[in-house]
């Protein structure tokens, strides 16, 4: 595998020392940082997050990351959300009142059904056929939120089951989202950040 760098956007709002050492551990050298410059000069950027939307994307506009990742993502540059990272990518989230996202995959993020909060392993279903995803149907991954990302069905790549099936996988060409935590997900999670990343920078 060769040694890509991936650019991990820190906006003051994420879990950067676990993305950190599960890319680390992959082999891969990584750069955590709010500055434009140096996102650039990566092969793929990962959007962690935890918390609000609302506060996380005024996070981003606040460091001016809103309008670059729009811009970088169209132009081609891949680009991962993981959990809150992933729902950033929506149009929008009814959380906390409306608010925009960066609309890079079309579909809304919306509380989930009958809980507050998903939390521990569940099993994903891959739904449609997409090499990044195919070693890891049927694999637990690691979930911890309260909201889900409504996408269309022609961006779903992967599913789990509580009350009623949601993604959990979304991907729309060169931008990509996983709702749980590859990087807390063991040997599983690495398996699938090492096919998305490898995937996304062939």
Known sequence: MSRRTIGVVDYGVGNHA????????????C??????????????????GVGAFGAAMEALHRHDLDEYLKHRSRDGMPLLGLCL???????????????????????????????RWHI?????????????FRSSDGQSMYFNHSHVFRAPEEYQVCITRLERAFP????RGNVVGLQFHPEKSQNSGRVLLSSIIEGLCR
């Not at 959990?168 to 991907?171: A, D, L, M, T």
Request: glycine share 12%; hydrophobic share 40%.
């Open 18 to 29: 676990s993305v950190w050492r599960a890319l680390h551990g992959l082999g891969y050298r």
């Open 31 to 48: 750069r955590i940082s709010a500055e434009p410059d140096v996102l650039s000069a990566t092969d793929l950027l990962v959007l962690p």
């Open 85 to 115: 990272g992933m729902q950033l990518l929506a149009d929008a989230s009814s959380e906390h009142g409306l608010t925009a996202g960066l609309g890079l995959i079309p579909g809304n993020v919306e509380p989930l059904d009958q809980r």
């Open 120 to 132: 521990g392993w569940n099993s994903i279903e891959v739904t449609k056929e997409d090499t990044l």
């Open 168 to 171: 959990v996988g979304v991907r």
